[in-house]
């Protein structure tokens, strides 16, 4: 017996000592690893960033700093943090570290943004971990994970609990009207993305859970196009020539677009010139390229544009409210933007498993990781930048809470009564036109909950 108590004592000895060199192993290859992605990351801004002095920061030395936070950090999350504070400080909206292990994405069940100073609910997938708990679109979301929901940092808190470090629960301070706030735990499902064809749309989606809607383009009973642009990521917008008739004012709804692709931007604003013209410059290390405007047909550019904007237009959007508003082409209304403006490039990189790592990776196993940069600072025609200057409305226009609960759209109504005057034809909307915006508002709604409703299903194995 007593023989037999000294082998399991050496054996116990034996694993433990084991466990502490395979964890020490570990610990020492991960290092390596996120060493090898800070250099990576690093070399990659210091080559491509539009500014070759990058703002008159001292790189190296942050660079240094960087790697001798991974030194002695403790966990992989605490790696990622420091890359991703390097990158930070550089201050620039397009330019972001995209951490490896990133293709799934934690599911919370409701998104959520910022509606002048608040964030609102505005979205809740039914019979998900949000909808449990008991939320409801038009909540006012106060803490998430002990810190203070705001405007200003609301992004950059999703960001780093959907992105940089994901987690299986979230715990949320939210509040219904005037009743007492609530806290509750919402336990993650998770959610497999493809491959990175839009960083800023693979971005926006970690920060919202719902997807943007569908393109739309309706004629109202009052002659008022609708024309709703949900994102410029597509090579090739879908063609406005869906109305059965020009219009004689339309409503180009942009809120909760994120941007995209430059071209098919200038190719969509050539719709509302009348001749060729300059939207701005991108100006980047070597040269400067004027971002031109030429006529499509069909031609809004004769009838008047109202523009509608929201806390998450961005990059193109933006630039496309803008441009139409410097033009005096166009009335915005909205609540002020995102001021998310550059012109960038996403950089795949890989490392290799540290066993096989080379500087060419074709053997071994390999890990994707990423950065986006911007590559060329965007100056309107004005010569001022919108980057984290925003677009401000010329008529604020925000939902309350009880709107979106009710899946109304006020600011919609208001932007279409406001085109209704503007072609001689009073303010008043007929019953009629009334009740085609809530119903549009009611299908883009119930479209986006079905996608959604998909989508949970799928994760659930149903």
Not at 52 to 58: A, E, N, R, Y
Not at 103 to 118: C, L, Q
Request: hydrophobic content about 40%.
């Amino acid at each position: 017996m007593r023989r037999a108590a000294c082998l399991l004592l050496a054996l116990l000895t034996f694993l433990c000592c084991c466990n502490a060199f395979l964890s020490a192993q570990a610990d020492r290859l991960a290092k390596e690893r996120m060493r090898a992605i800070l250099g990576i990351v690093s070399e990659d801004i210091q080559k491509n960033f539009y500014d070759s002095d990058l703002k008159k920061l001292d790189w190296k030395a942050l660079t240094n700093q960087a790697r001798s936070k991974i030194d002695n950090a403790k966990t992989v999350s605490e790696m990622v943090t420091a890359i991703y504070v390097l990158v930070n400080k550089l201050d620039d909206s397009h330019t972001r570290f995209v951490p490896p292990g990133r293709g799934a994405r934690p599911v919370f069940g409701f998104s959520a943004k910022a509606y002048g100073e608040n964030i609102l609910v505005y979205a809740v997938a039914a019979q998900g971990a949000a909808d449990q708990a008991g939320m409801q679109a038009g909540d006012r979301i106060l803490t998430v994970n002990r810190f203070r929901a705001e405007r200003s940092t609301w992004d950059a808190m999703m960001y780093d609990f959907r992105l940089l470090h994901p987690s299986t629960e979230m715990v949320v301070t939210f509040q219904h009207g005037d009743q007492p706030p609530r806290t509750e735990t919402l336990k993650a499902t998770y959610r497999r993305d493809m491959a990175v064809l839009d960083i800023n749309t693979l971005i926006w989606r970690f920060w919202n859970e719902f997807e943007p809607v569908s393109f739309s383009c309706k004629l109202f009973a009052n002659k008022i196009g609708y024309l709703q642009v949900p994102t410029f990521v597509m090579s090739e917008l879908p063609q406005s020539e869906k109305f059965d008739e020009i219009p004689k004012a339309v409503v180009l709804d942009l809120r909760g677009n994120h941007g995209g692709i430059e071209d098919t931007l200038l190719e969509f604003a050539g719709h509302f010139e009348p001749g060729p013209t300059t939207m701005g410059n991108v100006i980047g290390r070597r040269k400067t390229e004027a971002l031109k405007v030429r006529p499509r047909k069909p031609s809004f550019a004769q009838v008047p544009v109202i523009v509608l904007v929201d806390s998450e237009s961005a990059s193109a959007a933006e630039m496309m409210a803008r441009h139409l508003q410097l033009s005096r082409k166009a009335l915005v209304i909205g609540d002020r933007t995102s001021g998310r403006v550059n012109s960038s490039r996403y950089f795949p990189e890989v490392v290799g498993d540290t066993f096989y790592f080379q500087k060419s990776v074709g053997t071994g196993n390999v890990v994707p990781f990423g950065v986006q940069i911007s590559v060329r600072k965007v100056v309107m025609a004005d010569g001022q930048e919108l980057e984290h200057k925003r677009v401000i409305p010329d008529v604020a226009c925000l939902p309350t809470a009880s709107d979106l609960l009710e899946g109304v759209d006020p600011c919609l109504a208001f932007a279409t009564s406001r085109a209704q005057e503007l072609v001689g034809k009073g303010n008043d909307l007929t019953e009629k036109v009334v009740n085609q915006i809530r119903e549009l508002s009611s299908t883009i709604r119930t479209e986006q909950q079905q996608r959604y409703n998909r989508e949970a299903k799928q994760l659930a194995g149903e």
